[in-house]
């Protein structure tokens, strides 16, 4: 059975919604981090509001978590507009897309996520709507099927994207604006805790946001939800408080260790170290043993594992670092190699 995972949108139930509603940002004073993004975004919304002219189309891209969709949203607060959401793989036809750009008014941002999975037709529909802020819709088919040039009012698209590199050159060449999110150090998610335990009303002892901050992997989603974790486990096992043992107790039965690894990154990791003796390996083949999506490995647990130097992405596959089998207590059988003078694993330099 594929192992449960925090981060990625459809884990999240109604209930975690709810309380993610309330925790976003709505205005970029709000938000935390990202500090040159915020600087630009609000260059750009300010330049647009002057000239009174909608906003030029924006990319957000980066692993999931990081606060792409919350930006969208903001900058849709900040400009006084509406903002309609679809997501790529909701959008089959060019129907669907011209159902949303029909009802859209000047200024209004259309919020597209996971953009790099638009297919190829709704795509090729969507430039003219992106440059020209029109669109060719056919109607009827075979004998009676007729184009209608369609004009639209000039609207914002915001697209969000885990994976830039997807994304066509046409469609990426037509945003005004792309932004990379990073992730977050362990003193910004603290002040996003601490921000959403005031607003949850919760009584935190000194150090205990940090020590949730520091197991977040860098991701403002993952703090949120350990803390909406160790609240339960407060309420439930205590007074409510969040104390340092509450805490402890709480990450600990999330399984979550002190680098924030959760049972995901330890099993890729195992199975690196234990079944490819440490790699090369395919992400395919990592994706099978686990019994894993290859797109779950390669948007939410890769990006933090290389960020941390635990994992290699060579051209012949991934690798396990030094650093990740001395943290795990991992030992590697080293290979045997078919020429004698070919170093061994991990007496060759890092890449
Ligand atoms: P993404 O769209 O990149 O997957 P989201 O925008 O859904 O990520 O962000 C996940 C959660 O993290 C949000 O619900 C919000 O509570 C929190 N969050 C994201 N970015 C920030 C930020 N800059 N400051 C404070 N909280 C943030």
């Known amino acids: 059975m594929a192992i449960g995972r925090i981060i990625g949108g459809q884990s999240l139930g109604e209930q975690e919604e709810n309380f993610n509603v309330s925790l976003r940002p709505?205005?970029?004073?709000?938000?935390?981090?990202?500090?040159?993004?915020?600087?630009?975004?609000?260059?750009a919304m300010a330049a647009a509001r002057q000239r009174k002219e909608p906003l030029e189309h924006i990319l957000f891209y980066g692993p999931p978590g990081l606060g792409k969709t919350t930006l969208a949203n903001v900058v849709a607060n900040e400009m006084g507009a509406r903002i309609r959401c679809s997501s790529g793989p909701a959008l089959v036809k060019a129907g669907d897309v011209m159902g949303l750009l029909s009802?859209?008014?000047?200024?209004?941002?259309?919020?597209?996520?996971?953009?790099?999975?638009?297919?190829?037709?709704?795509?090729?529909?969507?430039?003219?709507?992106?440059?020209?802020?029109?669109?060719?819709?056919?109607?009827?088919?075979?004998?009676?099927?007729?184009?209608?040039?369609?004009?639209?009012?000039?609207?914002?698209?915001?697209g969000a994207t885990t994976r830039a590199g997807l994304l066509s050159a046409p469609l990426r060449s037509r945003f005004g604006m792309l932004y990379h999110l990073d992730f977050y150090s362990a003193e910004e998610l603290t002040t996003i805790l601490s921000r959403s335990a005031d607003l949850l009303d919760l009584q935190c002892e000194e150090g205990t946001l940090e020590r949730i901050a520091a197991c977040s992997r860098g991701t403002?989603?993952?703090?949120?939800?350990?803390?909406?974790?160790?609240?339960?486990?407060?309420?439930?096992?205590?007074?409510?408080?969040?104390?340092?043992?509450?805490?402890?107790?709480?990450?600990?039965?999330?399984?979550?260790?002190?680098?924030?690894?959760?049972?995901?990154?330890?099993?890729?990791?195992?199975?690196?170290?234990?079944?490819?003796?440490?790699?090369?390996?395919?992400?395919?083949?990592?994706?099978?043993?686990?019994g894993e999506e290859r797109d779950t490995l390669e948007d939410v647990v890769e990006p933090y594992l290389l960020q941390i130097g635990f994992l290699r992405r060579t051209k012949r596959g991934r690798e396990i670092t030094k650093q990740a089998c001395d943290h795990l207590g991992l030992k590697l059988h080293k290979k045997k190699s078919k020429k004698s003078d070919q170093p061994e694993l991990f007496e060759q330099g890092e890449q």
Not at 27 to 43: H, M, S, T, W, Y
Not at 228 to 248: F, P
Request: glycine letters at 6%; a negative charge.
């Open 26 to 43: 709505k205005f970029l004073d709000e938000c935390v981090g990202q500090p040159n993004l915020r600087e630009k975004l609000a260059i």
């Open 220 to 290: 403002p989603r993952v703090a949120n939800r350990l803390l909406k974790r160790v609240r339960d486990y407060a309420q439930v096992k205590g007074t409510g408080m969040l104390s340092g043992q509450i805490v402890e107790n709480a990450l600990k039965m999330e399984q979550i260790d002190p680098l924030g690894l959760d049972e995901l990154d330890r099993a890729v990791l195992r199975a690196l170290a234990n079944i490819y003796e440490g790699g090369p390996a395919g992400i395919e083949a990592i994706a099978a043993t686990l």
């Open 103 to 158: 009802n859209i008014n000047t200024g209004d941002v259309l919020f597209i996520d996971e953009i790099h999975r638009l297919s190829t037709p709704v795509e090729e529909f969507i430039y003219p709507a992106m440059e020209d802020f029109k669109v060719d819709f056919t109607v009827d088919s075979g004998m009676h099927a007729k184009t209608i040039n369609f004009p639209l009012k000039r609207f914002t698209l915001i």
